[in-house]
């Protein structure tokens, strides 16, 4: 393919490695038992053979077909050999040998006999890639003797590295290479530009290092909450000159290593609008309906292509505001011209003008898979990061892709639950999801399937400020997907993955690899303790202790060993790490445990097994959940039967008092966020393991859960103290119990912290609830009674006592009996809307917001009189 390393002209090429002295004891195979000779990326092909190729001091000998030696290969020969414990290398003359079609496209085959070791490749990369699998396998003194064939399943195996967010230098560029060609990938994206950063030197429009690279701060209070800036308010950035980057293109090209410029245009673009703030839109938003800025591209994109040889030149396109260009006259002028007032036709012209732009200088462009929204023709390769299926769409419109989907293939997504890790937190890229990433949709065609390029992993730097975070966020993940890129689908196995990798920590450590240790895993970040709680943790490595701390201090290997828990019983920090047998040892999970006063119990008068059910039929179906309801019957039942409801039942209310047999912090859990659950006061929904607990004493509490549908499923489950889940059965009823008036209540608007719905309904003006947005036409507040009431007025107040966040606009209804429509009853005036003479028995009120205001709503009473 045309973005693969210049190849000499593929002749069959051997090379032998051989002790000077032929005679060496040959030892058995046994002798290899402290040792797995395995090799990651795993080959196509391993068959083990008796006996070792034992490693000297003596003579290095070099065998080339007609002593013609490969260019570019000499230095990683010689490292070799230094590595081996040679000091002499000769390169006699060799004999040509016989082709094979498994050597084509960086294939190799590799023969370890206890005198010879003999590598055969039709070109230079094969050789280097087994230069990479001869160096795993060395043992101490030998080599265990084995037959390989090996092939890279993909053509295109990549590593991305953001050098934006936080710059990283020369030094380290050539070092995260070095790191790539051991797993064989050959491929690195360098995304150059961004809004936090150009970084590479401009002949043509010298502001973008000398403004444009540079920035105030050095990173996010993020990163500064994680203890990870560093020169927090100093000038930060850099850049690299023409000269850098020839030498770097120099030495990954001597590792067979391509290298993907991307300038980010015409979002992201805040570095160059700082540096020539006329180029700007709005925000970090390029003005491409002015000329000059198309101007200003071409002659970027122009040097850009000069410096880099690669074939392929990535031009951005991910996340443009594309509202800027429906404000921006230059735009609005240049949408005219094109017909249409879509900026994503905008967008389609930009990215197909820098495609021929580039064509004509040999460059294919590739872009983000957001060009697909804008519908650009098949000229431009994809790269599909969203997973929204993408990587399917493109090749089915002819377009080559690279796939590197976020949560597989995003390596800046922490895989550690240690909230001081560097990375993206909100996210989780796990291992194995690496693993078993396949760039290939099975639901390709053949022909589809010959334009997935391959995949690569991605690291952005947002919260990696140093070198060491971008090793310990890249392995061993990068591990597991160079498999994913180079070895067959049919030889991978995962649970031998992970056998090898923890094997192959000795030759991360050797190469000095800054590799994640995994943190120990609690059942819960925050632990409510009623009483003595036990902490557990679980290791997700393989090997390795997890210590422990109570006292707040950072653990340390000598901390105490964690065993089977940690017991404890009141409030405190527990602070744990993994340590490893080679002392390294993981980042800090932290547990906050916190001592909590268990509500007591009620008393029931005349308590009976099961719960009290209230059965609801929609009337309106285009209304949101519970809007118009009309109880059928309205009538109580008690049942120890969740299931027996009317069939017709749309919704249904139940309500009972759960039996606390110990105390402890309880979580509840429901099937599904249709079921909406109320404990004591306190609101579950869904199967969040994360929800807020609640400390509960032994006894009756009361509970109130609402259901959407006639789920066959309904139910409950709890947990004590974070533990593995159970179905509760102990409940009972208390038919004397004085109900609410108020039976339930639906909104959509988001409760903001502790201001959950239920305080506009509970007789307090001081309590209330609380919206945590703006509103809108598309929200309200309604709230249904536990049967009709004739009311001689309703009142509903808004706002704080101090007057802020009132209800704007909105009108105030009500659902007569026997209707199955509300009626406007009230405007609301200064946040307060009043309702009399009202004709019928009121099953429901609603407050239906109807213009937009953009302070927070506060609903401080509904009273109904």
């Known amino acids: 393919m045309m973005f693969i390393s210049q190849h000499l002209t593929p002749i069959a090429t051997c090379f032998a490695i051989a002790t000077a002295c032929l005679a060496q004891t040959v030892q058995s195979a046994e002798a290899t038992a402290d040792h797995s000779p395995f090799v990651l990326p795993t080959p196509m092909k391993q068959e083990m053979a008796e006996g070792q190729f034992l490693i000297n001091k003596g003579t290095l000998r070099f065998q080339f077909p007609n002593g013609k030696k490969q260019v570019g290969i000499g230095r990683h020969i010689t490292a070799l050999a230094k590595q081996l414990g040679f000091q002499h290398i000769q390169t006699p003359q060799g004999q040509p040998v016989k082709t094979h079609s498994n050597l084509q496209g960086g294939g190799y085959t590799l023969e370890i006999t206890p005198r010879i070791i003999t590598i055969t490749a039709m070109a230079d990369n094969g050789f280097f890639y087994a230069l990479q699998t001869l160096r795993q396998l060395i043992v101490r003194d030998h080599i265990p003797c084995q037959n390989i064939a ?97 030498e770097i293109i120099a030495y990954a090209k001597s590792l067979h290593i391509e290298i993907l410029p991307e300038v980010d245009v015409p979002g992201h673009s805040k570095a160059i609008i700082d540096s020539y703030p006329e180029l700007g839109a709005s925000g970090d938003v390029l003005n491409v309906g002015k000329p000059e800025t198309i101007t200003f591209l071409e002659g970027i994109f122009a040097e850009t292509a000069d410096l880099f040889p690669f074939g392929h030149l990535h031009i951005g396109c991910d996340e443009v505001g594309l509202d800027a260009w429906k404000r921006h006259p230059d735009c609005q002028r240049k949408m005219q011209e094109l017909g249409t007032d879509d900026p994503h036709v905008l967008h389609k012209w930009l990215v197909e003008h820098l495609q021929q732009f580039l064509a004509a200088k040999d ?245 009976q097994a099961g719960v009290h059910i209230r059965s609801y039929q929609l009337a309106d179906p285009q209304t949101s959940f519970v809007s118009l309801l009309r109880a059928e019957p309205n009538t109580v039942t008690t049942t120890s039967d969740w299931r027996k409801v009317p069939a017709q039942s749309t919704h249904i209310e139940y309500n009972g008092h759960l039996k606390v047999e110990e105390a402890g912090d309880y979580s509840f859990f429901t099937q599904n966020h ?171 009120v609603r407050i239906k917001v109807i213009r937009p205001q953009g302070s927070w709503l506060v609903i401080r009473e509904i009273e109904i009189k």
């Open 674 to 844: 249709d079921q909406k659950l109320i404990v004591s006061g306190q609101n579950f929904s869904g199967n969040d393991r994360n929800a807020e607990g609640i400390a509960l004493a032994p006894g009756h509490h009361p509970f109130t859960m609402l259901v959407k549908g006639n789920l066959q499923d309904t139910g409950i489950r709890y947990s004590i103290n974070d533990s593995t889940p159970k179905v509760l059965t102990n409940f009972v009823a208390d038919p004397s119990i004085k109900r609410n008036p108020f039976s339930l209540i639906d909104t959509n608007m988001q409760t903001s912290g502790n201001h959950s719905p239920e305080l506009a309904i509970d007789g307090k003006q001081e309590t209330f609830f609380w919206s945590r947005h703006g509103v809108s036409p598309q929200h309200q507040f309604s709230v249904f009674l536990s049967q009709p009431q004739k009311a001689s007025s309703i009142t509903v107040t808004t706002g704080k006592p101090n007057g802020g966040d009132k209800l704007e606009a909105a009108d105030l209804e009500v659902l007569y009996e026997g209707k199955n429509k509300f009626t406007k009853v009230a405007d609301f005036t200064g946040g307060v809307a009043t309702a009399t003479s009202l004709e019928l028995p009121v099953t429901a």
């Open 150 to 246: 090996d092939k890279p399943r993909y053509a295109w195996r990549g590593l991305h590295l953001d050098v934006s967010r936080h710059f990283f230098d020369k030094a380290y560029i050539k070092r995260h290479l070095d790191l790539m060609a051991l797993y064989k990938y050959n491929v690195f994206h360098w995304h150059l530009s961004d809004s936090d950063g150009w970084r590479i030197e401009s002949k043509t429009y010298p502001k973008l290092h000398e403004v444009g690279a540079w920035r105030p701060r050095v990173g996010r209070p993020g990163n500064q909450a994680k203890g990870l800036n560093h020169d927090k308010g100093k000038r930060y950035g850099g850049y690299y000159t023409h000269a850098d980057i020839k």
């Open 363 to 607: 460059k294919k462009a590739i872009a983000w898979c957001e060009v697909l929204d804008a519908k650009v023709d098949a000229k431009t390769a994809v790269m599909c990061w969203r997973d929204n299926g993408g990587w399917i769409k493109a090749p089915k419109l002819g377009h080559e892709i690279v796939v590197t989907p976020s949560m597989q293939a995003y390596f800046n997504y922490q895989e550690d639950v240690a909230s001081n890790a560097p990375g993206h937190g909100g996210y989780r890229t796990i291992m194995s999801k690496v693993y078993h990433f396949d760039p290939t949709d099975d639901s390709l065609s053949e022909q589809e399937k010959k334009l997935v390029l391959g995949g690569q992993g991605c690291v952005w730097t947002e919260f990696i400020p140093l070198p060491k975070h971008v090793e310990y966020i890249t392995f061993p993940r990068a591990v597991a997907l160079s498999e994913a890129l180079w070895t067959p689908k049919a030889n991978k196995n995962w649970e031998s993955f992970q056998n090898k990798l923890e094997l192959h920590r000795v030759f991360m450590d050797k190469h000095k690899i800054q590799y994640r240790v995994g943190a120990p895993v609690p059942e819960a970040r925050k632990i409510k303790i009623v009483g003595k709680t036990r902490i557990k943790f679980s290791n997700p490595n393989l090997s390795g202790n997890i210590h422990y701390t109570t006292d707040g201090s950072e653990p340390t290997a000598d901390s105490p060993r964690y065993t089977k828990g940690i017991e404890v019983s009141d409030s405190c920090t527990v602070q744990s790490i993994v340590v490893l047998d080679n002392g390294r040892k993981s980042y800090v999970t932290s547990v906050e445990c916190e001592r909590k006063q268990a509500k007591a119990g009620v008393k029931l008068n005349n308590p």
